[in-house]
């Protein structure tokens, strides 16, 4: 249900509001939980910087080859401790290679980023968590059913952004909220009943480094976007990018504009970098539950299935004006862009 509260009202109060008008998020509210109560801790760790140890220490490799940091360990077993005590059956964790089975009687399964912006970690910039909550599903024959259904399956989806505030956005189905950590009681508190995504907006954020690998499309909306108001979309955009989907997100559904995270032509990256069961989809619903919209250019993510649990996903979400301007762009409408000198062969740079 979309709350009522008052501006900082506690997060438990706010799910008992939930849950009494409508039962049926019981489970969801008691794994909201457990998931916010790890984030106490690890905020607090966090905090401490690198009085707290070398967060940033290299370890094992994780489920998608990248290098743990000590952090994402830490993360990843603060969480799943939490949910041993929530009534979920199952997690599906970045950190992890396989499915986790916690209880297996349990009506929920999660899956989640323990630790989103791993490269933020040990230089003071924003890091945070990522998760979508669905039922649990049993099918002896498919061991991943309950993470190999749409994106429109989820229950609850949100995330948490260790900042200069540590903040909770979070969606039960109807609308999406954000709370922030009072550090001083351990709450995290109402800071918006309902979040909405400004439909139009003169922001957007991608990695720029890859630009020489992006296809023709993504070419064009950045060029076009570049060219301000003496280009087709006729006002000047700023760039943002964080490498902190957490942090971008978050400052999309506060003040709009667009994310991408597009597939390329690098090797490994068609289907871009960020995975969809952890990432992609709990954005997508707090997105679209904020008023904006999400695809993956050209499909609307929460339509997406899963066929293993660390699948890509590309990702294009925000202001719907920008989102469905990218996408006319994948549909041949600007069939001649991407061919200027800024992103040419020669480039700019170039003789």
């Known amino acids: 249900m979309a709350i009522s509260a008052a501006i900082g009202t506690p997060l438990e109060t706010c799910l008992a509001q939930a849950v009494e008008a409508n039962p049926a998020l019981k489970d969801a509210a008691a794994v909201i939980r457990a998931i916010a109560g790890s984030a106490v801790e690890i905020s607090a760790l966090i905090g401490r910087g690198a009085l707290g140890g070398d967060l940033a220490a290299a370890g094992d490799h994780n489920s998608d080859g990248d290098v743990q940091k000590a952090l994402d360990v830490i993360a990843h077993e603060s969480v799943t401790a939490a949910l041993q005590g929530a009534p979920v059956a199952e997690v599906a964790s970045e950190e992890a290679e396989e499915v986790m089975r916690l209880n297996p009687d349990a009506p929920l399964a999660v899956a989640i980023d323990p630790l989103d912006g791993s490269s933020n970690i040990g230089v003071n910039m924003a890091v945070g968590m990522i998760f979508g909550i669905r039922p649990s599903i049993k099918d002896p024959a498919n061991p991943l059913a309950s993470f190999t259904t749409p994106g429109t399956a989820q229950i609850a989806a ?98 709009g504009g667009v994310f991408l995270y597009p597939g390329d032509a690098r090797k490994n990256y068609a289907r871009g970098r960020l995975r969809l ?17 999400a695809t993956d250019g050209q499909t609307r ?8 649990i660390h699948e890509r996903a590309p990702l294009v979400c925000g202001s719907t004006e920008e989102v469905d301007c990218v996408a006319t762009y994948y549909a041949g409408g600007k069939p001649d862009a991407g061919r200027s000198p800024l992103f040419g062969q020669r480039g700019l740079m170039r003789s």
């Not at 990432?279 to 997105?287: D, I």
């Not at 993510?301 to 293993?308: E, K, P």
């Open 158 to 255: 949100g995330f948490v952004t260790y900042g200069p505030a540590t903040a909770l956005i979070l969606t039960l189905g109807d609308g999406t909220q954000s709370y922030v950590l009072d550090r001083a009681e351990g709450v995290f508190r109402l800071t918006s009943p309902a979040m909405s995504v400004p439909a139009s907006a003169k922001e957007y954020a991608i990695n720029a480094s890859n630009a020489r690998h992006w296809d023709a499309p993504v070419k064009a909306y950045i060029e076009d976007c570049q060219r301000g108001t003496e280009g087709p979309r006729d006002k000047d955009y700023n760039m943002r990018w964080l490498a902190s989907l957490v942090a971008d997100i978050q400052r999309v559904l506060t003040r």
């Open 277 to 293: 069961l952890y990432e992609v989809a709990p954005v997508a619903m707090l997105v679209e539950q904020a008023g904006g919209a």
């Open 301 to 308: 993510i929460l339509d997406l299935v899963a066929t293993g």
